[in-house]
T-cell receptor, first 114, second 112 residues
Framework: EPEVTQTPSHQVTQMGQEVILRCVPI?????FYWYRQILGQKVEFLVS????????KSEIFDDQFSVERPDGSNFTLKIRSTKLEDSAMYFC????????????FGSGTRLTVV | GENVEQHPSTLSVQEGDSAVIKCTYS??????FPWYKQELGKRPQLIID?????GEKKDQRIAVTLNKTAKHFSLHITETQPEDSAVYFC???????????FGQGTELSVKP
């Protein structure tokens, strides 16, 4: 299975700024996910995206967050107005089968909000 | 709500010993239980998984057991090696939507 690559690997942003995290390249996959992991803590589910629509989202995924698959391959997570507590590792994930096969995490983006 | 509890939070063993990590889940609809190994600054990597129609699964030095009645599952690593040192996460999913609910993680340290 090809690797799931995320860009950038590390982003530093000022509080209140918008950031876009990207998951590339994705092809022929229907199921996508975003997770975050605050330093030293567990991995937390943010949102699932199926057939180009949000299928489920967690309480963390509030109005500041949005996801898109703008060009059929990239899968993006946007945070409109970052807060200090948004600092974390963000992982995208994809699965290839309805039976959870091929469930793979991306390389991750470390977001630091200052 | 959905929850996965994982114990212990840290585990230190001597090389060659066995390590056991335990998880319990709350959602009885959960039917898929993967285990991930995460090295510092890296992505979680799937090491083994088990589905609810199976009670035990083994892959070389790694095994996972599932008790659906008690809603708990465990990871067993035998003949531990220093390179097994990492943080291990259990997770549970109902499969339908595919979201994973993770445990809090266990930091395993294998001393040579």
């Amino acid at each position: 299975e090809p690797e799931v690559t995320q860009t950038p690997s590390h982003q530093v942003t000022q509080m209140g700024q918008e950031v876009i995290l990207r998951c590339v390249p994705i092809s022929n996959h229907l199921y996508f996910y975003w997770y975050r992991q605050i330093l030293g803590q567990k991995v937390e589910f943010l949102v699932s995206f199926y057939n180009n629509e949000i299928s489920e989202k967690s309480e963390i995924f509030d109005d500041q967050f949005s996801v898109e698959r703008p060009d059929g391959s990239n899968f993006t997570l946007k945070i409109r107005s970052t807060k200090l507590e948004d600092s974390a590792m963000y992982f995208c994930a994809r699965r290839t089968g309805s039976d959870m096969s091929g469930y793979t995490f991306g390389s991750g983006t470390r977001l630091t909000v200052v | 709500g959905e929850n996965v509890e994982q114990h212990p939070s840290t585990l230190s063993v001597q090389e060659g010993d066995s390590a056991v990590i335990k998880c319990t889940y709350s959602d009885s609809a959960s039917n898929y239980f993967p285990w991930y190994k995460q090295e510092l600054g890296k992505r979680p990597q799937l090491i083994i998984d088990i589905r609810s129609n199976v009670g035990e699964k083994k892959d070389q030095r790694i095994a996972v057991t599932l008790n659906k009645t008690a809603k708990h599952f465990s990871l067993h690593i035998t003949e531990t090696q220093p390179e097994d040192s990492a943080v291990y996460f259990c997770a549970a999913s109902t499969n339908q939507g595919g979201k994973l609910i993770f445990g809090q993680g266990t930091e395993l340290s294998v001393k040579p």
